[in-house]
């Protein structure tokens, strides 16, 4: 059907960068809004940042002025450049789409796997 495969995640120092990416693949016809989640241990999920199909984003005050969410729509895939990484930024990263597919109508939800980014000396 529809898969959103992730990668990018690592362990970075604090002050690094990181660039995570996720590509929608399968039978996409449309993808509506795309973003990137995170979960802590012990935390619940959040929204870290969201970009519409007309490229409108959003994005959490604790990353405001350090991530920056950005899609390519031919190829499917959103990307999130991570600067200025902190401790506090550790977390699995999920990457979320809500699209339409060939043949059903409607939109549907996808998440990734998830990837995980750790910020340590």
């Known amino acids: 059907q529809v898969q959103l495969v992730e990668s990018g995640g690592g362990l970075v120092q604090p002050g690094g960068s990181l660039r995570l990416s996720c590509t929608a693949s399968g039978r996409v016809f449309t993808i509506n809004t795309m973003g990137w989640y995170r979960q802590a241990p012990g935390k619940e999920r959040e929204l870290v940042a969201g970009?519409?199909?007309?490229?409108?984003?959003n994005a959490a005050d604790s990353v405001k002025g350090r991530f920056t969410i950005s899609r390519d729509n031919a190829k499917n895939t959103v990307y999130l450049q991570m600067n200025s990484l902190k401790p506090e930024d550790t977390a699995v990263y999920y990457c979320n789409a809500v699209l339409s597919r060939y043949g059903s109508p409607g939109w549907y939800e996808y998440w990734g796997q998830g990837t995980q980014v750790t910020v340590s000396s």
């Open positions: 970009i519409t199909a007309g490229t409108n984003t």
